[in-house]
């Protein structure tokens, strides 16, 4: 009998216990499930914002074209630029039409409507998903636009670092395609891990949410994960949760089963000597332990029950929801939205009162609400204030609650209606501005043909005196628009077209204007125009300055002469329709820069317009004579025969020669001139003109104030130099230049800071060194826009170098002289706060000709460079002529030992004589010294025993890309 029964009581514990462990269960999935509709939800959110902000680029980009600015691609520039600050992980933004559509946008879905692509990781970059979203036509055209670019994938950090899983516990996001897109624990270091074996998709193909368990590849643990497919994007969110963090305490729930087991059995073995009397204490017993087990069992699963659906309810309200204490009115409870809302954590918020969340307000105010509104349902706007100081406008709907831990409390709810309250102050604004503008601005109802709406400068530059709404078109209107216009503009309102008319107001004869009548149909929910919007500008000035702007265009402003452009277009229309000679001159005043130092640029200015006036005479009928800027002309000349060609070429030369007297000064000015002609020497206007400026300059050599005619052998290499320019322009713009890094080491062979090099990856010719580019880079003074790309590049590779734990080392970075002269205190000021570079870990190095050219203004920079904390170096030192005298003034931290010394240690005494000098004085002067170009052991020693603190050779690394760079060094010892 006594085993049956301890058999029952074993029977009932083993129930009690898998029945809650089921209800646990069931209760961890719900939970695990509802973190996961949390998660997707939150990632809704984010790239519903991100969509967000690209229809308002696409509407500022609508309405801009609309509007007819001047400068249409610089604001949509910036409106790009904006919203690219306030998405910092969107990148490469831009319009595109449909042939420049990344391969994943589908163009059939509807406009406004944000599409992901796929997962893409191009050139070693980091992995991003591409973005795209179909916008407005341009004005007048039907062909599609879309908004496109990419979306950095820390995009989701924010969004993953959010969740409370537990210990062990993980937040994933995935492509429906299976592909791993982020976790919460490793970030996007497994980007792009194909998960198609995880259950999660098997039962995806049957269900958008559910929850199954599954082991991890990556860890190696078992989950109870939870996944919900996000509403009208291509991913999946995911939170899986171990199942000790989910019931873990069933455990010790089994344990006081099983310890009430064994106490029952010891009462068993001790009652056995007093067996009527134990049986019958047993009988009580085992009716009472299972009637209470029952009734425990059956509350505690309903407290369970009732309490999860009341916190699901409450933490997974998508709105900022919490309770606080009438009487003291602390916050005590506050569900996940509104943690996220106002960016405090969940302790932050707690420890504060519900006036300390207003902008404007106080407690007081707070108070007399309670008060006053026992329910609130949303009669007043508050204005609430976030962790960061950032503010919102909320509409709050509250109610009393009886109790809530035992204190008299207020449910609270917070609607963030910021965005309608701005709308609303911009349509008080957009009435006032419209009443207010200066353009006329109408309203016209189509089927009546009535004119609803228009403002005071419509009245005043129509001269209809409509004033008020409903009114019929006054007639006087025919007075301003003519019959064509008329007609046109009807026609565009049959049709349901946008329209556009430029029409004579000619009501005032002394004063006739031209008025620009723009009109754009509204179409009601059905699509049927319904109504026409206008706007009337007075555009007679435009037109004035079109004119004059056209005329200046293609004319120079002090002598009214044609320009360069006017000329070549001359020159292309002479060589098709001339059968004689068409030369072009090129013509150079000797030493005009003598007359502006001496006499003044107004002397100067009436010079040039005296001799233009003398060339157009010389160069007669059916010539051009073009001012090309500064104290050059170009002209264009029409002769029968070469001979007549010499004769007026020389005429020229002798028109300006002749002496001019301006403001009382004799002047005598002689031109060098170049000529070139047609079809030997160019076969068009540009041609003709480069090769006549090639002949100025050899006339320049050959002593100025003579004529010379162009040959080909007067520069050869011209259209190479030409050519390497623009294949440098075009590899900036492509980014075609990639860094290499060489490691520097100290004496025990340790890596103490490393220098980048710019190499250009030439499509056709393969990887470039500086020796191949830097010349023309300089000359053509790309070399700013291509150093800021290295010392940004170079500093954001620091970052990742402190990443890895090598923070210590430096990163070294070449400046040319022009980048020295051009705003680069700026440019280090702004990559060392963009990337936290610490003191000393950026040196910059500078040639000794960069200090020799302006020594006070070197220094006075290179002491604005050190306040920066930047480290500086003068590289390849020796090879110059440096003062030691002003050298020991500036504030350098260290001298690079140029190679050429270093390769001959050991065979030329003068090069150690020349090295063992500059490490002494380098020591006398407090200044370290890296040895560049140490290839051998013998150069490694000779340099370390006289005291050379460090080396950068190929016998300790060669330049290298800055993952090999990553490998070589390892993890830090």
Request: charged share 25%; hydrophobic share 45%.
């Amino acid at each position: 009998m006594g085993a049956t029964i301890l058999t029952c009581v074993a029977v009932v514990a083993a129930a009690v216990g898998w029945n809650d462990y089921r209800v646990r269960r069931a209760a961890g999935e719900r939970y695990v499930l509802a973190l996961a509709d949390g998660h997707a939800r939150e990632i809704g959110l984010a790239f519903d914002s991100l969509a967000r902000g690209m229809r308002s680029v696409s509407s500022s980009v609508a309405f801009l074209e609309s509007g007819g600015f001047a400068d249409e691609e610089a604001i949509t520039r910036e409106a790009l630029a904006a919203f690219l600050d306030r998405h910092p992980h969107a990148r490469s933004v831009q319009v595109v039409e449909r042939a420049g559509l990344p391969a994943f946008v589908d163009p059939a879905v509807p406009a406004m409507r944000l599409q992901l692509g796929p997962l893409v990781r191009e050139g070693g970059r980091d992995w991003e998903l591409g973005i795209a979203m179909r916008i407005h036509p341009a004005p007048g055209s039907d062909a599609p636009r879309w908004l496109a670019g990419r979306l950095g994938l820390e995009f989701f950090d924010g969004i993953l670092a959010d969740h409370e899983v537990g210990e062990h516990g993980v937040a994933t996001i995935l492509t429906r395609d299976a592909l791993l897109v982020a976790r919460s624990d490793t970030g996007t270091r497994h980007t792009g891990l194909n998960a198609a074996q995880s259950p999660v998709f098997s039962r995806l193909k049957v269900a958008p949410r559910s929850v199954v368990d599954a082991r991890s590849r990556l860890d190696g643990r078992d989950r109870v994960v939870a996944f919900t497919a996000v509403g009208g994007l291509p991913l999946v969110a995911t939170v899986g949760m171990t199942p000790r963090a989910l019931y873990g305490g069933w455990w010790t729930f089994v344990a006081v089963l099983a310890a009430g087991f064994i106490s029952l059995l010891l009462a068993w073995l001790a009652g056995l000597r007093f067996l009527q009397v134990a049986a019958r204490r047993e009988r009580r017993m085992r009716r009472s332990i299972e009637a209470s087990e029952e009734a425990v069992g059956h509350l505690r699963e309903r407290v369970r029950d009732v309490e999860a659906q009341y916190r699901f309810l409450y933490d997974q309200h998508p709105l900022p929801a919490c309770v606080f204490d009438r009487e003291t009115l602390a916050i005590l409870e506050a569900n996940e939205a509104a943690v996220h809302e106002y960016g405090y954590s969940r302790d932050e918020f707690l420890a504060l009162n519900a006036a300390e969340l207003l902008a404007e307000g106080r407690l007081e105010d707070v108070r007399e609400e309670v008060q006053a509104y026992p329910r609130a349902y949303g009669h007043r706007i508050w204005l609430h204030r976030r962790r960061d100081g950032s503010h919102f406008h909320a509409l709050i709907f509250a109610s009393d609650l009886l109790s809530f831990r035992d204190r008299p409390a207020r449910l609270v709810i917070a609607m963030d209606v910021s965005d309608r309250v701005r709308a609303e102050a911009d349509l008080r604004l957009l009435r006032r501005a419209v009443a207010a503008s200066e353009e006329g601005l109408f309203v016209l109802d189509v089927a009546p043909d009535r004119l609803v709406y228009a403002n005071a400068a419509f009245n005043r530059l129509t001269g209809t005196g409509v004033t008020g709404e409903g009114l019929e078109i006054d007639p006087s209107t025919t007075e301003v628009v003519d019959a064509r216009a008329t007609a046109a503009l009807r026609e565009a309102i049959r049709r349901g077209e946008e329209a556009a008319a430029e029409v004579h107001d000619q009501r005032d004869p002394d004063d006739p204007r031209w008025l620009e009548v723009r009109m754009g149909p509204v179409p009601d929910a059905a699509g049927v125009v319904t109504h026409y919007v206008g706007l009337v500008a007075d555009i007679t000035a435009r037109r004035r300055d079109a004119e004059e702007r056209a005329f200046r265009a293609s004319h120079d402003a002090l002598t009214g002469l044609a320009n360069r452009d006017c000329l070549i277009e001359a020159i292309d229309r002479a060589v098709t329709e001339h059968d004689g000679v068409v030369a072009t001159c090129f013509l150079d005043l000797d030493r005009f820069q003598l007359v502006n130092d001496s006499l003044g640029h107004g002397v100067g200015d009436e010079l040039l317009v005296a001799s233009a006036r003398r060339l157009e005479a010389a160069a007669g009928a059916g010539s051009m004579v073009a001012r090309l800027g500064g104290d050059e002309f170009g002209v264009l000349l029409r002769c029968p025969d070469e001979a007549a060609l010499s004769a007026q070429v020389e005429a020229l030369r002798a028109a300006v020669a002749e002496a001019c007297t301006v403001r009382g000064v004799a002047l005598h000015v002689t031109p060098s001139i170049g000529y070139a002609r047609h079809p030997v020497d160019g076969e068009d206007g540009q041609a003709l003109l480069r090769a006549a400026s090639q002949a100025g300059a050899q006339a320049k050599r050959l002593g100025r104030n003579r004529s010379v005619a162009y040959r080909a052998a007067f520069d050869p290499r011209a259209g190479e130099r030409l050519e390497l320019i623009q294949d440098l322009h075009r590899a900036l713009q492509q980014d075609e230049f990639e860094l290499a890094f060489q490691l520097q080491f100290d004496h025990r062979r340790q890596p103490r800071g490393m220098e980048a090099l710019v190499r250009w990856r030439h499509p056709e010719r393969g990887l470039l060194g500086p020796g191949a580019f830097m010349e023309a880079c300089e000359e053509s003074g790309l070399v700013l826009r291509l150093g800021r790309w290295v010392l940004g590049e170079a500093a954001r590779r620091w970052c990742q170098l402190d990443e890895r734990g090598w923070g210590g080392l430096r990163m070294g970075v070449n400046v040319s002289a022009l980048q020295f002269q051009e705003g680069l205190v700026a440019d280090v000021g702004g990559a060392v706060r963009r990337c936290g570079l610490p003191p000393g870990r950026l040196e910059l190095e500078l040639t000794e000709s960069v200090l020799l050219a302006s020594p006070v203004e070197a220094r006075t920079v290179m002491q604005e460079l050190s306040t920066q904390g930047v480290s500086l170096a003068i590289d390849d030192f020796g090879t110059g002529y440096s003062s030691l005298a002003y050298l020991k003034e500036l504030p350098l931290q260290r001298l690079k030992l140029d190679q050429s010394f270093v390769r001959d240690l050991g065979r030329d005494p003068g090069n150690e004589a020349i090295s063992e000098a500059i490490l002494g004085m380098a020591r006398s002067l407090g200044l370290a010294v890296t040895a560049e170009g140490v290839e051998t052991e013998a150069q490694f020693s000779w340099l370390h025993a006289r005291g050379c603190g460090e080396f950068q050779g190929y016998l300790l690394a060669r330049p290298e890309p800055f993952d090999a760079v990553l490998a070589r060094l390892g993890a830090p010892g």
